[in-house]
């Protein structure tokens, strides 16, 4: 198999449509300019009145302009890493299962030991053991855009812009049981008491701050779990108490929908939107709380960011825009310029890392696994196709009962990966049998 790699010039960026489609929401970031959020859920046609389909079958990314946009590499500060794989036998020699249940699109996964949780816009919550259906639970309303464990507690940010908390039953682990809803409804009753709890949240309307008003696109724990990170389509970042379930912060963190946000490197938030940028926060302790306080903008580009990783063993951040290039960095006393990572011809949804490897998820249907080397370089190791739509979420652990106890290279991963074709698929991936691709 050969990847095509992007051509040398870009195309406009072009705006995507800000309404949402009627049946399924194909693509949950924004890309671009996040208009008025009450006319977005409302409408179905955007400025030049196009009219949404009502599935992502009928409307393909591939199609869509903003997703078809290609990147630079002339007159660049990045490394470019191009992947020209030639070979098609990966994904039939990784692929070691596929989980479909006919029920909607899969936008969130998670792993806690041997159970995998996915996510759909079904509102149901899959619980799978052994490549098994285990369990599952099911959410009032709101699709499941994100899914994060804490120990006991399972996290769920959905559509309808609540989080909602999860445990397993003491008596019977297939039962899961909700516990909670951020925020919790006698702090946002006693939080909408007071005027000075209000904010302006579009033209005309207040909302209470402690509240997301529009879709939870993404959740992240703080490196000791202490804290609950939540960003959303409002363009605000909230930080949420673990023990307690009261909403410590809200940050103004961007001028578009947030698309991801992730915490390392001891005390830094690392946040990507689709106004183009990623921002870096510093949490700092005040008196008995913390504070999160603005460091600087790591990167200011034109397209969509729309999705963040980081390797905190290599102290290495990842970024994969709407362009289909991942950007990387690399930490020592600051974050410098790492390279480009050139690979897909869509959009990047979704990124994982395990070990020295990275993994790209994109509308282009295809995973990327890509090796980090001595020095921050990289290579691409193999490409693994197999899904029909959009790859939308990737989760990885390591491969219990083998290697683990040696180099870096004999260690065994599996990748979990969902996709807007309504199915997970297995990866075995083991890059002591892998050959590196020429890049």
């Known amino acids: 198999m050969v990847i095509e790699t992007n051509s040398s010039h870009r195309q406009k960026f072009g705006k995507l449509m800000q309404s949402e489609p009627n049946d399924a929401e194909e693509f949950s970031f924004r890309l671009s300019n996040a208009s008025d959020a009450s006319s977005r859920l409302s409408n179905t046609t955007d400025s030049n009145n196009f009219q949404y389909p009502s599935s992502w079958e009928q409307f393909s990314p591939f199609s869509a302009p903003s997703w078809n946009q290609t990147s630079p590499i002339s007159n660049s500060p990045w490394t470019s890493h191009i992947s020209q794989a030639n070979n098609d036998n990966y994904s039939n020699t990784n692929l070691i299962g596929s989980l479909v249940r006919e029920e909607g699109h899969i936008y969130s996964l998670a792993t806690y030991g041997d159970l995998l949780y996915t996510g759909s816009d079904s509102r149901n919550i899959r ?81 209470v701050w402690i509240k997301h008003f529009d879709a939870i696109s993404c959740l992240a724990l703080s490196e000791d779990h202490t804290l609950l990170y939540s960003g959303s389509w409002d363009k605000t970042v909230k930080v949420w108490s673990i023990s307690n379930s009261k909403c410590l912060e809200s940050i103004n963190a961007h001028d578009d929908a947030v698309n991801s946000v992730i915490s390392g490197f001891t005390g830094l938030v690392f946040t990507g939107s689709a106004d183009g940028t990623v921002k870096v926060w510093r949490r700092e302790l005040q008196g008995k709380g913390t504070k999160h306080i603005f460091s600087h903008t790591l990167l200011k580009q034109e397209c969509a960011v729309t999705a963040l990783a980081i390797d905190p063993s290599a102290m290495m951040v990842y970024c994969g825009s709407s362009d289909g290039l991942v950007k990387f960095w690399q930490r020592d006393m600051l974050l410098s310029n790492g390279g480009m990572l050139r690979g897909h011809k869509l959009a990047v949804l979704c990124l994982a890392t395990a070990g020295n490897l990275v993994f790209s998820g994109s509308a282009d249907t295809r995973i990327c696994v890509w090796v980090r080397e001595a020095e921050g370089e990289h290579g691409c190791l193999a490409v693994l196709t197999g899904h029909d739509g959009p790859v939308k979420c990737l989760a990885v652990e390591e491969e219990q009962g083998r290697g683990g106890g040696g180099r870096r290279s004999e260690r065994h991963w599996i990748l979990y990966s969902g996709s807007l074709d309504k199915s997970v698929k297995i990866w075995r991936v083991s890059p002591s049998h892998m050959t590196q691709m020429e890049t």
């Open 127 to 207: 619980v799978w053991k052994n490549q098994k259906e285990f369990s599952g639970f099911k959410a009032n309303s709101g699709l499941v855009k994100a899914i994060v464990i804490a120990g006991e507690i399972i996290f769920t940010g959905h559509q309808d812009g609540k989080i909602r908390l999860w445990k397993v039953s003491a008596k019977n682990p297939s039962v899961h049981k909700k516990i909670g809803t951020l925020p919790t409804l006698k702090d946002y009753i006693k939080s909408s008491i007071k005027p000075s709890n209000y904010v302006e949240v579009r033209k005309n309307r207040n909302s």
